[in-house]
């Protein structure tokens, strides 16, 4: 079992940054691909970005790409999610979670079997 805990989310003006933080416990995720979700009220949870087992690879949804960064301490057992030039089309609560498929990018919540509680990401503009 692993426990996952989002953290960093708050309110900004479209143009700023936050940095989004998920802490696991329990087990390592270091064998695991990570990955960032978001669910905006009223819409399905969407694919941000995820990142490899060792950190050398990333995919982003092409919403974010240019504007998050995904990176991950294994050391720390925490993944991160860096969001520069924020919209207001950002707006969500953001989720981190383990995929299940040890191979490839996964972009669908349902190849995903761990998640946090989420954290909530305001932007106004």
């Known amino acids: 079992q692993v426990q996952l805990v989002e953290s960093g989310g708050g309110s900004v003006q479209a143009g700023g940054s936050l940095r989004l933080s998920c802490a696991a416990s329990?087990?390592?995720?270091?064998?695991?691909?990570m990955g960032w979700f978001r669910q905006a009220p009223g819409k399905e949870r969407e694919f941000v970005a995820s990142i490899s087992q060792s950190g050398g690879a990333t995919y982003y949804a092409d919403s974010v790409k240019g504007r998050f960064t995904i990176s991950r301490d294994n050391a720390k057992n925490t993944v991160y999610l860096q969001m520069n030039s924020l919209k207001a089309e950002d707006t969500a609560v953001y989720y981190c979670?383990?995929?299940?498929?040890?191979?490839?990018?996964?972009?669908?919540?349902?190849?995903?079997?761990?998640w946090g509680q989420g954290t909530q990401v305001t932007v106004s503009s």
């Open positions: 979670a383990v995929q299940a498929r040890l191979m490839g990018f996964k972009t669908t919540p349902s190849h995903y079997d761990y």
């Open positions: 329990g087990r390592t995720i270091s064998n695991y691909v």
